[in-house]
């Protein structure tokens, strides 16, 4: 399901998104919009390898302390490659939305979105490496 922007379909994204799963208009919004949902996961996915490479695990996508967060799972893991990054995409990786080097090659990892990125552009994470421009892999997320 594609994250689509819109103002409006926000406004119904709590109560959707606690009594059933939400339609595909639904979006995710800037921190100041979902500050009273504090915490709560908003959307998350599983990992696939992209270009020969092995990714597992999932990626969630939360609001903590007014600010949007990306986190890996413990079950995370990439097979290896060269300056791993973690980035955001809309259908294919968007230059300028990288969160920050790979901690490790497996487990639990959180990256902060940076204010000047709004998640409600973004509807997917990829682990990026940037040295050679190539997605390693990528989790489609889904609003819950």
């Not at 926000?10 to 799963?21: D, H, K, N």
């Not at 959307?43 to 696939?48: I, M």
């Not at 600010?67 to 990054?85: Q, R, Y």
């Amino acid at each position: 399901m594609k994250l689509i922007a819109t103002s409006a379909a926000f406004a119904v994204l709590g109560a959707l998104a606690l009594s059933a799963c939400a339609p595909a208009t639904q979006v995710l919004q800037p921190a100041a919009a979902t500050k009273a949902h504090a915490g709560n996961v908003t959307a998350k996915g599983t990992f696939r390898g992209e270009n020969n490479h092995i990714v597992t695990g999932k990626a969630k996508v939360s609001n903590v302390d007014g600010h949007w967060v990306i986190t890996l799972d413990e079950n995370f893991s990439l097979d290896g490659a060269p300056d791993p990054k973690v980035a955001l995409g809309n259908g294919q990786y968007v230059e300028g939305t990288i969160l920050g080097e790979l901690k490790s090659l497996t487990g639990k990892q959180s990256y902060v979105l940076p204010a000047n990125l709004d998640i409600g552009d973004y509807n997917q994470v990829y682990i990026w490496c940037e040295k050679f421009t190539v997605s390693l892999g990528v989790a489609d997320l889904e609003l819950i």
